[in-house]
């Protein structure tokens, strides 16, 4: 399989999935399953960013650009952990609010059920994902591994969540821990996504983001 069908796929999965945690977030009232919810959406358009980048990378050489664009998927990565430290952002000081002024009623069954299907899904999708056969292609790398970093990061976080949930389904309270795994959900992809972007940085001033 491609690694254009693979990406098509996994954005696929993202859009399917927004809709349906963006909503279950809203009648839960959990902050976890929204910032999933907006993550999938974050993650759907970064995969479109990787997607236009492959295309421009295989595009013919002109006299504008005899080179072609060799950083095209560097640039890409470069996008994709931008995403994911600005939404972290927005999660960490979400769910800082929440902490500080008291987190109200949050209903663990649509938690424990959305997640936990997010969860499964993009666990899919980082298997799909992983199975690159492209590995000669110029530039993919780089940009494949930011994408499925991504998708493990859904994955992980979908699952922190889903448990959660089920916590809070168990006991009928504990209702501080939905942006409490939010908080630290968000601290986890916020730190790799800054050793991403240290790594894409070092591979363009390199001059060699087409070859990694």
């Known amino acids: 399989m491609s690694r254009t069908t693979r990406l098509w796929i996994v954005l696929a999965l993202n859009v399917v999935l927004i809709g349906a945690l963006a909503a279950a977030g809203v009648r839960a009232h959990s902050l976890g399953v929204v910032a999933a ?57 979400s769910a800082g609010r ?28 980082a298997v799909i994902l992983g199975g690159d056969d492209d ?26 969540v889903a448990l959660v949930g089920g916590i809070i389904l168990a006991t009928g309270g504990n209702y501080w821990l939905d942006p409490a795994v939010a908080l630290l959900v968000a601290g986890v992809i916020a730190f790799h996504a800054i050793r991403l972007l240290r790594k894409v940085l070092v591979e363009l001033r390199s001059g060699r983001g087409a070859d990694t």
């Open 135 to 160: 590995d000669d292609d110029e530039g993919g790398n780089l940009n494949m591994r930011a994408v499925l970093l991504d998708t493990v990061a859904d994955s992980v976080a979908a699952g922190a």
């Open 98 to 125: 929440r902490l500080v002024d008291g987190t109200s009623e949050v209903h663990g069954l649509p938690v424990l059920v959305v997640s936990g299907v997010a969860a499964v899904v993009m666990l899919i999708g």
């Open 37 to 93: 919810g907006v993550d999938y959406l974050a993650d759907a358009a970064a995969i479109g960013v990787s997607l236009v980048a492959i295309r421009l990378v295989h595009l013919p050489r002109t006299s504008a650009h005899p080179d072609g664009y060799p950083n095209a998927t560097a640039w890409a990565a470069l996008i994709n952990a931008g995403w994911l430290l600005l939404l972290s952002a927005f999660v960490i000081a």
